[in-house]
Protein backbone atom coordinates (compact mmCIF):
# COMPACT_ATOMS: atom_id res chain seq x y z
CA UNK A 1 0.00 0.00 0.00
CA UNK A 2 1.46 3.44 -0.92
CA UNK A 3 1.36 6.26 1.68
CA UNK A 4 -1.57 8.74 1.66
CA UNK A 5 -0.19 11.30 4.02
CA UNK A 6 3.76 11.37 5.25
CA UNK A 7 5.19 12.85 8.41
CA UNK A 8 9.04 13.86 8.24
CA UNK A 9 10.19 15.56 11.54
CA UNK A 10 6.98 17.54 12.43
CA UNK A 11 7.17 20.08 14.88
CA UNK A 12 4.30 22.90 15.55
CA UNK A 13 5.07 25.52 18.92
CA UNK A 14 2.25 27.58 20.10
CA UNK A 15 4.49 31.07 20.40
CA UNK A 16 7.27 29.55 22.87
CA UNK A 17 5.14 26.50 23.71
CA UNK A 18 5.97 22.94 21.63
CA UNK A 19 2.38 21.30 20.76
CA UNK A 20 4.16 18.84 19.02
CA UNK A 21 7.88 17.26 18.47
CA UNK A 22 10.15 15.71 15.87
CA UNK A 23 6.94 13.32 14.96
CA UNK A 24 7.49 11.09 12.23
CA UNK A 25 5.11 8.61 10.91
CA UNK A 26 2.85 7.45 7.77
CA UNK A 27 -0.79 6.81 6.78
CA UNK A 28 -1.22 4.19 4.35
CA UNK A 29 -3.56 4.63 1.53
CA UNK A 30 -6.99 3.19 2.70
CA UNK A 31 -6.19 2.86 6.26
CA UNK A 32 -8.42 3.08 9.31
CA UNK A 33 -6.19 5.16 12.24
CA UNK A 34 -7.30 6.49 15.50
CA UNK A 35 -4.67 9.42 16.98
CA UNK A 36 -4.62 8.52 20.41
CA UNK A 37 -3.25 9.63 23.52
CA UNK A 38 -3.97 12.29 26.40
CA UNK A 39 -5.53 15.31 27.02
CA UNK A 40 -3.45 17.91 25.86
CA UNK A 41 -1.15 15.20 23.58
CA UNK A 42 -1.31 17.18 20.18
CA UNK A 43 -4.43 15.32 18.54
CA UNK A 44 -6.18 18.51 17.30
CA UNK A 45 -2.91 19.93 16.86
CA UNK A 46 -1.33 17.15 14.21
CA UNK A 47 -4.78 16.94 12.38
CA UNK A 48 -4.43 20.84 11.79
CA UNK A 49 -1.17 20.58 10.98
CA UNK A 50 -2.25 17.53 8.25
CA UNK A 51 -4.83 20.52 6.76
CA UNK A 52 -2.28 23.08 6.44
CA UNK A 53 -4.18 25.37 9.31
CA UNK A 54 -0.90 25.03 11.46
CA UNK A 55 2.09 25.74 10.08
CA UNK A 56 5.07 23.30 11.39
CA UNK A 57 7.63 25.17 12.93
CA UNK A 58 10.06 22.30 12.03
CA UNK A 59 9.70 19.30 9.55
CA UNK A 60 7.18 18.90 6.69
CA UNK A 61 3.73 17.11 6.24
CA UNK A 62 2.88 15.24 2.72
CA UNK A 63 -0.16 14.25 1.44
CA UNK A 64 -0.34 12.53 -1.54
CA UNK A 65 -3.66 14.52 -2.90
CA UNK A 66 -4.42 17.98 -0.68
CA UNK A 67 -6.99 19.18 -2.78
CA UNK A 68 -9.46 16.48 -1.84
CA UNK A 69 -9.66 15.98 2.50
CA UNK A 70 -12.70 16.32 4.18
CA UNK A 71 -12.39 17.30 7.57
CA UNK A 72 -14.29 17.57 10.39
CA UNK A 73 -13.10 19.76 13.05
CA UNK A 74 -13.70 20.18 17.13
CA UNK A 75 -17.27 21.64 16.74
CA UNK A 76 -15.82 23.98 20.08
CA UNK A 77 -13.97 25.30 17.41
CA UNK A 78 -17.30 26.67 15.03
CA UNK A 79 -19.37 29.55 15.12
CA UNK A 80 -22.61 27.98 15.97
CA UNK A 81 -25.02 31.34 15.53
CA UNK A 82 -23.80 32.21 11.82
CA UNK A 83 -27.18 32.50 9.94
CA UNK A 84 -27.59 29.73 7.86
CA UNK A 85 -29.91 26.64 7.42
CA UNK A 86 -28.60 22.94 8.23
CA UNK A 87 -29.17 22.58 4.56
CA UNK A 88 -26.85 25.64 3.20
CA UNK A 89 -24.12 24.11 5.85
CA UNK A 90 -23.89 20.73 4.17
CA UNK A 91 -24.05 22.08 0.85
CA UNK A 92 -20.86 24.45 1.58
CA UNK A 93 -19.08 21.01 1.43
CA UNK A 94 -19.48 21.07 -2.48
CA UNK A 95 -17.23 24.46 -2.30
CA UNK A 96 -14.23 22.14 -3.61
CA UNK A 97 -16.22 20.63 -6.94
CA UNK A 98 -18.06 24.05 -7.45
CA UNK A 99 -15.95 26.70 -6.11
CA UNK A 100 -16.51 30.45 -5.34
CA UNK A 101 -18.70 31.23 -7.61
CA UNK A 102 -20.37 28.47 -9.05
CA UNK A 103 -24.10 27.35 -8.24
CA UNK A 104 -25.05 24.52 -6.27
CA UNK A 105 -27.60 22.77 -8.70
CA UNK A 106 -30.98 21.10 -7.90
CA UNK A 107 -28.68 17.63 -7.68
CA UNK A 108 -26.66 19.19 -5.19
CA UNK A 109 -28.95 19.84 -3.03
CA UNK A 110 -30.81 16.52 -3.84
CA UNK A 111 -27.43 14.70 -2.51
CA UNK A 112 -27.42 16.80 0.52
CA UNK A 113 -30.48 15.94 1.66
CA UNK A 114 -29.56 12.12 1.07
CA UNK A 115 -26.23 12.83 3.13
CA UNK A 116 -28.70 14.16 6.28
CA UNK A 117 -31.03 11.23 5.84
CA UNK A 118 -28.00 9.71 6.40
CA UNK A 119 -27.18 11.26 9.57
CA UNK A 120 -30.91 10.72 10.69
CA UNK A 121 -31.47 14.90 10.41
CA UNK A 122 -34.49 14.33 7.56
CA UNK A 123 -36.84 16.64 7.91
CA UNK A 124 -33.85 19.78 9.55
CA UNK A 125 -33.13 21.21 5.89
CA UNK A 126 -34.53 24.38 7.05
CA UNK A 127 -33.65 24.75 10.28
CA UNK A 128 -30.91 27.10 11.58
CA UNK A 129 -27.63 26.07 12.72
CA UNK A 130 -28.19 27.34 16.01
CA UNK A 131 -31.13 25.76 16.31
CA UNK A 132 -29.67 22.19 16.93
CA UNK A 133 -28.43 20.13 19.97
CA UNK A 134 -25.24 19.64 20.21
CA UNK A 135 -25.27 15.89 19.32
CA UNK A 136 -27.67 16.95 16.14
CA UNK A 137 -24.90 19.61 15.16
CA UNK A 138 -22.49 16.56 15.22
CA UNK A 139 -24.35 14.57 12.41
CA UNK A 140 -24.93 17.93 10.52
CA UNK A 141 -21.00 18.10 9.94
CA UNK A 142 -21.03 14.20 9.17
CA UNK A 143 -23.49 15.02 6.16
CA UNK A 144 -21.51 17.73 5.27
CA UNK A 145 -18.24 15.19 4.98
CA UNK A 146 -20.34 12.83 3.21
CA UNK A 147 -21.17 15.41 -0.18
CA UNK A 148 -17.48 16.23 -0.24
CA UNK A 149 -16.71 12.77 -0.95
CA UNK A 150 -12.86 12.86 -0.33
CA UNK A 151 -10.68 10.12 -0.82
CA UNK A 152 -9.07 11.38 2.96
CA UNK A 153 -10.89 11.84 5.93
CA UNK A 154 -9.75 13.75 8.89
CA UNK A 155 -12.10 13.58 11.63
CA UNK A 156 -11.77 14.96 15.04
CA UNK A 157 -13.43 14.14 17.80
CA UNK A 158 -16.27 12.93 16.06
CA UNK A 159 -18.47 11.33 18.98
CA UNK A 160 -18.61 14.73 21.07
CA UNK A 161 -21.79 14.94 22.24
CA UNK A 162 -23.69 11.80 20.60
CA UNK A 163 -25.78 9.20 22.16
CA UNK A 164 -24.68 5.31 22.16
CA UNK A 165 -27.21 4.74 18.95
CA UNK A 166 -25.87 8.20 17.18
CA UNK A 167 -22.16 6.77 18.01
CA UNK A 168 -23.42 3.47 16.74
CA UNK A 169 -24.59 4.93 13.38
CA UNK A 170 -21.67 7.27 12.62
CA UNK A 171 -19.25 4.17 12.95
CA UNK A 172 -20.78 2.35 10.48
CA UNK A 173 -20.62 5.58 8.19
CA UNK A 174 -16.26 5.56 9.27
CA UNK A 175 -16.65 1.94 8.55
CA UNK A 176 -18.43 2.04 4.86
CA UNK A 177 -15.42 4.78 4.11
CA UNK A 178 -12.56 2.18 4.92
CA UNK A 179 -14.25 -0.49 2.84
CA UNK A 180 -14.45 2.00 0.01
CA UNK A 181 -10.61 2.49 0.47
CA UNK A 182 -10.94 5.92 1.72
CA UNK A 183 -7.81 6.92 4.05
CA UNK A 184 -9.31 7.88 7.60
CA UNK A 185 -7.48 9.59 10.49
CA UNK A 186 -9.86 10.28 13.77
CA UNK A 187 -8.90 12.07 16.90
CA UNK A 188 -10.61 9.62 19.66
CA UNK A 189 -10.54 9.25 23.69
CA UNK A 190 -12.41 5.95 23.55
CA UNK A 191 -10.01 2.99 24.12
CA UNK A 192 -12.94 0.91 23.63
CA UNK A 193 -14.16 2.32 20.59
CA UNK A 194 -10.50 2.05 19.16
CA UNK A 195 -9.88 -1.45 20.12
CA UNK A 196 -13.33 -2.68 18.38
CA UNK A 197 -13.31 -0.47 15.24
CA UNK A 198 -9.48 0.79 14.27
CA UNK A 199 -6.99 -1.07 12.83
CA UNK A 200 -4.26 1.05 13.11
CA UNK A 201 -3.63 3.64 15.81
CA UNK A 202 -0.87 6.46 16.22
CA UNK A 203 -0.38 7.59 20.05
CA UNK A 204 0.59 10.89 20.93
CA UNK A 205 1.86 13.01 24.03
CA UNK A 206 3.76 15.71 22.78
CA UNK A 207 5.99 13.08 20.82
CA UNK A 208 5.11 10.18 18.49
CA UNK A 209 4.93 7.12 21.60
CA UNK A 210 4.22 4.43 18.64
CA UNK A 211 1.74 4.07 15.91
CA UNK A 212 0.91 0.69 13.97
CA UNK A 213 -1.29 -2.22 14.48
CA UNK A 214 -3.88 -1.23 17.61
CA UNK A 215 -3.34 -5.40 18.97
CA UNK A 216 1.08 -4.39 19.24
CA UNK A 217 0.49 -0.99 20.74
CA UNK A 218 -2.01 -2.52 23.42
CA UNK A 219 0.36 -5.36 24.15
CA UNK A 220 2.50 -2.44 24.58
CA UNK A 221 0.24 -0.79 26.82
CA UNK A 222 0.84 1.93 25.07
CA UNK A 223 -2.96 2.57 24.70
CA UNK A 224 -3.68 3.29 28.15
CA UNK A 225 -4.06 6.77 29.70
CA UNK A 226 -3.40 6.24 32.88
CA UNK A 227 0.00 7.49 33.03
CA UNK A 228 1.18 10.82 34.15
CA UNK A 229 1.48 13.56 31.64
CA UNK A 230 4.59 14.41 33.11
CA UNK A 231 6.12 10.64 32.63
CA UNK A 232 4.20 10.46 29.12
CA UNK A 233 5.45 14.24 27.69
CA UNK A 234 9.47 14.24 28.29
CA UNK A 235 11.35 17.26 27.28
CA UNK A 236 12.93 17.36 23.45
CA UNK A 237 15.88 15.97 24.66
CA UNK A 238 14.36 12.84 26.71
CA UNK A 239 12.63 11.79 23.95
CA UNK A 240 12.19 8.12 24.05
CA UNK A 241 12.03 5.33 21.14
CA UNK A 242 9.78 2.82 21.05
CA UNK A 243 10.21 -0.35 18.55
CA UNK A 244 7.19 -1.24 16.37
CA UNK A 245 7.45 -4.11 13.76
CA UNK A 246 11.15 -3.37 13.21
CA UNK A 247 11.64 -0.28 13.19
CA UNK A 248 12.23 2.99 16.35
CA UNK A 249 9.67 5.62 16.33
CA UNK A 250 10.76 8.70 18.53
Same mark, same amino acid.
Given at each position: ?25 ? =? ?9 ? *? %?? /? ?12 ? !? ?5 ? &?? /? ?7 ? *?????? +? ?25 ? *? &???? +? /? ?10 ? =?? %????? &????? +? $?????? /? ?6 ? @??? #??? &? ?9 ? %????? #? ?5 ? +? ?9 ? #?? #??? !?? $? @? ?15 ? %? ?18 ? *? ?14
Amino acid at each position: MSCQITLENLSVRYGHAVALHDISGS =FQAGSLTAIAG *P %NG /AGKSTLLKAIMGIL !KPSTGRV &EI /ADRANIAYL *PQTANL +QRDFPISVLQCVAAGFWGRVGVTGAIT *P &ELFE +Q /AQHALAEVGLEG =FE %NRQIA &ELSGG +Q $FQRLLF /ARVIVQDA @PIV #LLD &EPFASVDAATT %NRLIQ #LILGWHR +QGRTVVCVLHD #LL #LIQ !KY $F @PDSFVLAGKCLGHGHTH %NLLEQKLLSFDLDMAELCPG *PDDAAHVKHDGHDHA
